[in-house]
C-alpha cells in the first residue's frame, strides 16, 4: 500500500488485484469489473504512460466509458438536515478541538429555546410528507444545554407528527455528562449517539482531559454504563476516534471499543487543527494507513467467516463501492447539510461555525440560494486540484471542506491507500460473502 | 478470454455484454409493455396471485403449486373471470363490419397491467377471484396478491423499493418471451400500428358500390386464387409458431399494397 501502488496515473481508472484477479475501478460512476489479464495489460500500459487519450480509448473500446453527469452543481438543494450548536461550550479542553474547546473562539454561548424551535421549523416545515430529516445535536459539549436540547427533539417529534415528516436524530458527545435519563430519552427518540473516545485509558486522556487537567475515560465509561448495558434496539452507540500522532494504535482501540458493546467504532485522522496542535503529518499518515489496514484485515477475517465485527470506515467504504457511490462533494454540506451556530445563524457545516466566509443563511430567513450556489459551484470536485485528476475524486469527493481550507490536502495518499485497500477487500468479500455486500447496501 | 465481469451495483447497471449495442442497457429501454423491447413486462403478472400461475397476456391459469390447497389444485385450465370485482375476461360487442349491427365479437382478456393496477395497492392481501371452467359453474377462491416491488431495509412508508419483487418472475422469465420480438410484434400489434412493412389489409380492391375487398395481411390463404374476405377468423390467421418456424415463406414483400404477387417471378 504505498503511494507507488495508488499514486493518479490517468483520471479514468483504477486498476488494482487483490488476490481474485484483476479488477478495474472506473471512475465516472464508481464501476468495479473484473477484467482478464489481457485486458489489464492495455489498461495499465495505458496508465503507465499517463497517456490519457488511450485511457479514454481503452474504456470507450470495452464499453466502460459510462455517461454520469457529474459536471453541474446540483443547484437550490432542499435542506433535509441541521445540525444545532446548542452549546457553545464545553467541560473538556481536547488539545486539537475544531470548536476551539467548544466557543469557537469566542463568547461561551447556549443555544436559545427560541433559536432550537426556529431552527427545528425551518427543518421540518420545509420538508413534504413523507420525507426524511435529520436533526444533529452538536457543540461544544450538547448535553451542557440539555433543557433545549430535549425541548427542541420533543418540539421536532410534535411538528413532524402534524406534518408526517420522518425525524432522525443525532448526537455527538464527550460522554462525560451522560445520565441515565438521558440514556432513556435517547433510547425513546431512536437517537444514533456517537461518543468521542481517542484511545483506550490514558491514551484518551493525554488528548481529551477535562478543563481542570483531570483525566476523562473512566468518567466516560462510568457514564455510558446505562447506554451500554439497557440501550433499547431503536438506539445506535457509536464511537469515534479522531487519530492524532499521539494515539496511533488503532487495532488495539478498534477490538476494545467492540468488545465494550459499541454498535459501531470510526476512525478519522486530525488533519486541521486551530493551533496545529497534534496534527497529522505525511509519516504519521504513512503509519495510520497501516494500522487502519490492520484493523481492515481483522474485519475481513471475522465478516468472511460470518462474525459481525463494526469497523466503521469499513462498513461504509464497502457499502459506497457495492453501491458504486459516484459524488463530486465529499459530503451534504452547504447542500442539504447546514450547521446552525448557538445564534441561529446557518453555516456551511457544524465546523464552519462563526465563520462569516461560510455563512449560508440562518433559520429564520433560511438558505441564502445565492451563498449556496456559489459554495456549491466553488466546491465542486471539479474545481478541485490536484482533484480532478484523480482516480479516487467521486469517492472521496475532495476531503473536508474544513480540513482542505484549513490545511490543503495533506492526505491524499493516505485516502487512496484507503480506498486501495478496501478495493482488494470488495472484491475477496464479493467471491466470499456476497450475500453481506447486498444486506449491507440496503442499509443506510 | 474471459469476459469482463461487472461486479458492484453501478457496473451491473452499466454493463453491456460485448457486441451488443448503447441501446441495450436497462437505462436506454424501451418501455413498450406489449410485449416491450427488452423486457415483457406482461410476465410480471403471471405469478401475481400466490398458487396459481397465469398466462401472460390470457386469464387463462397454466399451472398451479405442487403444495396449494385443494380447491386452488382444481384451478388448471380454466378462465380468470374477476378479481376483487373487477372483471378481467369480458365479452367484447359491436359491429363485425363497418355499419353493420352490433353484436358479440367473442370474449377477451383484459390487459393485465390495466386490469389488476388497482390490486397492486393489495399486496399481502387475499382477494376474491371468480374462475370458470368455460360453462356456467363458477367458483370462488380467495388468493393472496404478491408483493409487486421488493421491502425496502426500512418499514412504514420506505417499505417498497422500485425493485421488481423476486417472488413474482423466475431467473429469465422477464425476457423469455422476447426471443422473438419482431414475430411477437407483428401478430400483437395490429389496428394500422405498423407503417408499410406490416399492413392490416392487403390486396385490396376497390368497387363503387360495395366499398373494398382484400386481404387480412395474417391470412394463411392469400393468393391471387383466394376470395378476397377480410377474415379474423383465428383459423384463417397465421399464428406465433408459423410466423416464428417459417416467416420466410409465410410472409411476402408488399409492393404496392399487394403481397400476392408471384414469388418466384419478379
Known sequence: MTATVTEPRVRGYHLFDGGTGPHILVSEGSLVYAIPPEVRELFEDAAAARDETAASALLARFGLDVSVGLDEAPGEVPLRSISLAIAQTCNLSCTYCYAEQGDFGGAAKLMSEQVAHAAVERLVDDAAAGEQVTIAFLGGEPLANRRVLRSATEHAAARAVERGVRVGYSITTNGTLVTPDDAEFFARHGFAVTVSLDGVGAVHDRLRPARNGRPTYDRVLRRLEPLLSERRRTMNLSARVTVTPRNLCLPETLDEFISLGFDSVGFSPMLSSPTGADEMAGTDLTAMLEQMTACAERFEERVGSGVPYPFLNAVNALREIHRGTHRPYPCGAGAGYMGASADGELFACHRFVGDDERKMGDVLTGVDPARQLKWLDDRHVHRQQPCSGCWARYLCGGGCHHEVIGRGRPACDYIRGWLHHCLCMYARLREKRPEYLDMMARGR | ?266
Open chain 2, 1 to 266: 478470454m474471459e469476459p469482463i465481469a461487472p461486479r458492484n451495483l453501478t457496473a451491473q447497471l452499466a454493463y453491456r455484454a460485448r457486441g451488443n449495442p448503447p441501446g441495450t442497457t436497462p437505462a436506454s429501454s424501451v418501455g413498450n409493455f406489449y410485449p416491450g423491447l427488452e423486457l415483457d413486462l406482461r410476465n410480471l403478472w403471471r405469478r401475481v396471485f400466490a398458487g396459481i400461475e397465469l398466462h401472460e397476456a390470457v386469464a387463462l391459469v397454466l399451472a398451479v403449486d405442487d403444495d396449494a390447497p385443494p380447491e386452488v389444485q382444481a384451478l388448471v385450465g380454466e378462465i380468470l373471470l374477476t378479481v376483487d370485482g373487477h372483471p378481467v375476461w369480458i365479452e367484447v360487442t359491436g359491429p363485425r363490419e363497418p355499419g353493420g349491427a352490433s353484436e358479440s365479437l367473442g370474449n377477451w382478456s383484459l390487459e393485465w397491467s390495466n386490469a389488476l393496477a388497482d390490486i397492486v395497492h393489495k399486496a399481502g392481501q387475499e382477494v376474491r377471484c371468480t374462475f370458470t371452467k368455460g360453462d356456467d359453474d363458477q367458483q370462488d377462491v380467495s388468493l393472496r396478491v404478491r408483493q409487486i416491488f421488493e421491502p425496502g431495509p426500512e418499514g412504514g412508508e420506505d417499505a417498497r423499493t422500485a425493485v421488481l419483487s423476486r417472488e413474482l418472475a423466475q431467473p429469465g422469465e422477464l425476457t423469455q418471451s422476447l426471443c422473438s420480438p419482431w414475430q411477437n410484434d407483428f401478430i400483437g400489434c395490429g389496428c394500422y400500428y405498423w407503417a408499410a412493412s406490416r399492413p392490416d389489409y392487403v390486396n385490396v380492391e376497390f368497387d363503387e358500390a360495395d366499398g373494398s375487398r382484400g386481404h387480412n395481411w395474417l391470412q394463411r390463404d392469400r393468393t391471387p386464387a383466394t376470395p378476397k374476405f377480410y377474415t379474423l377468423r383465428q383459423a384463417d390467421l397465421l399464428q406465433h409458431a408459423d410466423i416464428i418456424a417459417g416467416w420466410e415463406d409465410k410472409l411476402s414483400f408488399v409492393l404496392k399494397g399487394r403481397d400476392d404477387h408471384d414469388r418466384d417471378g419478379d
